[in-house]
Nanobody, 125 residues
Framework: QEQLVESGGGLVQPGGSLRLSCASS????????IGWFRQAPGKEREGISC????????IYADSVKGRFTISRDNAGNAVLLQMNNLEPQDTAVYYC??????????????????WGRGTQVFVTN
């Protein structure tokens, strides 16, 4: 049974925007640290953003700082990643992950024990 499901990926031109969602039907996400990761072809998985339980902290990788925003939609039991001013190098499969172990979040993939299957983002003309 899938516990995390990503959606919102697609094809967008450079400079465009997408909003990704990480949702769950059987895990209460507001109790978890949630991380967003991405993996481009031929590259290692990269942690790009996270949000802690009770929103104690958020982290952004330098590669997305100022362009991406992570937030919670507790009513919808989801975590959103708003991606603006997208660049071709943002092309990747985007994954969300969850952990109940920590009060603060991390963009290290080793901190997370629940993962979604990913959603593809293409940024191209």
């Amino acid at each position: 049974q899938e516990q995390l499901v990503e959606s919102g990926g697609g094809l967008v031109q450079p400079g465009g925007s997408l909003r990704l969602s990480c949702a769950s039907s059987d895990v209460t996400l507001e109790d978890y640290a949630i991380g967003w990761f991405r993996q481009a072809p031929g590259k290692e998985r990269e942690g790009i953003s996270c949000i802690s339980p009770e929103d104690r902290n958020t982290i952004y990788a330098d590669s997305v700082k100022g362009r991406f925003t992570i937030s919670r939609d507790n009513a919808g039991n989801a975590v959103l990643l708003q991606m603006n001013n997208l660049e071709p190098q943002d092309t990747a499969v985007y994954y969300c992950a969850a952990s109940s172990r920590y009060h603060y979040c991390s963009i290290s993939q080793h901190s997370y024990n629940l993962w979604g299957r990913g959603t593809q983002v293409f940024v191209t003309n």
